[in-house]
């Protein structure tokens, strides 16, 4: 099932998400339905909470991309109460964008290497080094754990410029070309 994605200005994206069990209920659907999601609307990542879930659960998949970039070739995971151990190297620039955050895309800064520890969907226990883009693509939705947006590393003068376009995103006015959902002073 396809889910609604929450749009910047919507409380859930922006809490510190909570470590589960292996007993949560419904774990293998909720994990379908965030791989649906996320290829329905053309992301490489999904986090739990940008579908409203404030729970420590992001998936990636970039393979789509792996055509240009040999290196994400099998690059498909699920990241459950995730934590990032390890940041390594000089932080490089990264364009990203988001699917909470649609029509934007900023330069921010992130680290080209990190080791992560996690559990799979199977709840067997990883621990994995990633570097180059991967390292960045799971730097953005690891973010999204902790209440954080790509939008919040940009410099002070971008944030000043993106203040209206942000805040027009936030109250819906968007080409919207996936499911969403407001925040809540905007439904």
Do not use: W
């Amino acid at each position: 099932m396809i889910l609604p994605v929450h749009i910047i200005g919507s409380s859930v994206l922006r809490k510190v998400a909570e470590d589960i069990t292996k007993d949560y209920p419904d774990l293998d659907k909720l994990i379908e339905n965030m791989y649906e999601t996320m290829y329905s609307s053309d992301g490489v990542g999904l986090a739990a909470p940008q579908i409203g879930k404030s729970i420590r659960i992001f998936i990636i998949d970039a393979t789509p991309m792996a055509e240009e970039q040999p290196e994400l070739e099998g690059l498909k995971r699920t990241f459950i109460n995730a934590h990032i151990t390890k940041r390594n190297g000089e932080m490089t620039q990264s364009n990203e964008g988001c699917l909470s955050i649609p029509d934007i895309r900023e330069d921010v800064m992130r680290y080209p290497e990190i080791t992560i520890e996690y559990v799979d969907e199977n709840f067997e226990k990883k621990t994995e080094h990633f570097e180059g883009i991967p390292a960045v693509i799971i730097q953005h939705e690891y973010d999204h754990l902790d209440g954080i947006l790509f939008t919040d590393k940009v410099s002070a003068l971008r944030k000043k410029f993106l203040k209206k376009k942000l805040s027009n995103i936030a109250k819906g006015y968007f080409t919207k070309r996936y499911k969403v959902v407001l925040g809540e002073k905007y439904k």
